[in-house]
C-alpha cells in the first residue's frame, strides 16, 4: 500500500488576465492524515514567494461547488470570492 504522500499541487506558470499576470492553481491537495498541521499555510506561502518572483501579482484557485470546507480555509488563507461566481477564490499578492 505504501505510506501516503502529504501533499499533490499543480500550479499552471500563470496566465494574463485582465492586465494581471496570475498564477492559477489546479490541484492543491493534503492527504486527510496531514490536514491541521499546518502544511496548507506553508505550502500556500511558498506558492506566494514563487508567484512574487516570477513578477506575478494575484494567485486563483477553485474548489467544488460542494466542499464548503476547502472554501472556508481559502477565505482564511486570504483568498477572496471571485466575481465569476461559485467556487473561485482569487488573491492580490500586492495587497494580501
Known amino acids: ?45 511558498h506558492i506566494r514567494d514563487w508567484a512574487l518572483c516570477r513578477g506575478m501579482t494575484q494567485i486563483s484557485v477553485a474548489a467544488d461547488l460542494q466542499n464548503e470546507p476547502t472554501q472556508q480555509i481559502y477565505l482564511k488563507l486570504g483568498f477572496k470570492r471571485r466575481p465569476m461566481g461559485g467556487a473561485h477564490f482569487i488573491c492580490d499578492l500586492e495587497n494580501p
Open 1 to 45: 500500500m505504501g505510506v501516503p504522500r502529504p501533499l499533490r499541487w499543480s500550479i499552471r506558470g500563470g496566465g494574463f488576465h485582465h492586465n494581471t499576470w496570475r498564477a492559477n492553481i489546479h490541484l492543491f491537495h493534503i492527504h486527510a492524515e496531514f490536514r491541521g498541521r499546518g502544511y496548507g499555510r506553508k505550502m500556500m506561502d
